[in-house]
């Protein structure tokens, strides 16, 4: 029997140690959380040039079959149908309650779909592909590949000085690419609210690119503790904590993610909830929130009106190394939910003023043609 305190390395694993990172256990692997420079440096340079983070740790899976896009569509919201070949959709896997088991990007490709999808899902995700689509599509997982990020406003002139044909790729879009050599699967997409890629390698070549990259001037390695400020400042939801099975799309506020065809027919677990949450407006909403001075809200902290009646909870917090600031994200009720709304945080026992936001707290700057 295998240990479960057991973790993996990915390809790039020596790499990250002869970088000099600081390793530690995240979703069964052992990933860097910083480099040498630091989490402060990491963040600025990814806002600033470019910033390439090793994200093999999540799962790649290739759906085939006579259909798969028809057949994906009975356990996610997502309009997949409707995507051309080349096209990506961000959805996300639904249970009964209408609750979120993980979120994952799908690319439609020419005859199958590529799916992207978080490391720490990643065996229940493909346990919950095989057995919804059996008879119906093929699930294979593609643990032959490494997958790393190019994130931030240098990556596009830095790619594509090694494969031009990126240069013109629009946001959410995918193409299959040789670069140095190797044979890439390529989507302008990301994790950070910047422009940037995401590249999946052969594990035997991947070393080889990353090290490639990595010459370019202006790229730096960069670790989990930025990724996480990252998309953080961009109001992204991190899985397990800002989404959970208990989280429904549209308290999280991804409406957006669900077209107005499958809002209609449903089709997909928890449909009839999600469509009653719609036509009534959730209880809950996903909120961005600034406390007063300097001290971050960290996850779990307790969110309280200004009579002390604890009305929600901090679902990821920290420091903005861009606005130099405490941020924050959690769920209020509709009433509290407003931009402008004051509320407090409770951090220690004490009642810290904090208001509710507008998000993102930094402005993204996907590539849009």
């Not at 993996?8 to 020596?14: M, P």
């Not at 959690?330 to 507008?358: E, H, S």
Request: charged share 25%; aromatic share 6%.
């Amino acid at each position: 029997m295998s240990d479960p305190s057991a973790t993996e390395k990915t390809i790039l694993y020596d790499l990250h140690v002869e970088l000099g990172a600081k390793m530690v256990p995240f979703a069964g692997y052992d990933m860097p959380v910083q480099y040498p420079d630091g989490i402060l440096k990491e963040h600025l340079a990814t806002r600033e040039s470019a910033g390439l983070f090793d994200v093999s740790h999540m799962g790649q899976v290739v759906i085939t079959g006579d259909s798969p896009a028809a057949a994906i569509e009975a356990l996610i919201p997502g309009d997949i149908q409707a995507l051309e070949a080349g096209d990506m959709r961000y959805s996300f896997l639904t249970n009964e309650k209408g609750g979120i088991l993980d979120d994952l990007i799908v690319t439609r490709r020419e005859h199958d779909l590529f799916v992207v999808v978080n490391a720490a899902c990643k065996e229940q995700d493909i346990k919950l592909l095989t057995d919804g689509l059996a008879g119906k599509a093929t699930v294979t997982e593609l643990t032959d590949r490494a997958l790393i990020a190019l994130q931030g406003p240098k990556a596009v002139a830095i790619l594509s000085s090694m494969a031009p044909e990126v240069a013109s790729m629009s946001f959410m879009s995918y193409q299959e690419v040789t670069i140095d050599g190797a044979p890439c699967f390529v989507t302008r997409s990301g994790y950070t609210g910047e422009d940037g890629y995401e590249i999946s390698i052969p594990n035997e070549q991947a070393v080889q690119l990353t090290r490639k990259l990595l010459d370019h001037e202006g790229v730096s390695a960069v670790g989990l503790g930025a990724r996480d400020s990252l998309r953080l400042e961009a109001g992204l939801c991190l899985y397990g904590h800002d989404l959970t099975e208990n989280t429904s799309p549209i308290s999280a506020g991804l409406i957006w993610a669900i077209s107005k065809r499958r809002r209609e027919e449903g089709g997909f677990p928890g449909a009839a909830v999600i469509q009653a949450e719609i036509a009534n407006k959730p209880k809950m909403k996903r909120v961005g929130l600034v406390p007063e001075g300097r001290a971050p809200a960290r996850e779990h902290t307790e969110i309280a009106d200004l009579d002390g009646n604890i009305i929600g909870e901090v679902t990821s917090g920290g420091f903005s190394p861009s606005l130099q600031m405490p941020i924050a994200m959690g769920y209020v009720p509709l009433a509290f939910a407003a931009v402008g709304t004051d509320i407090n945080l409770i951090v220690r026992g004490k009642a810290r003023p904090a208001k509710v936001v507008k998000m993102p707290f930094v402005e993204q700057r996907y590539y849009r043609d």
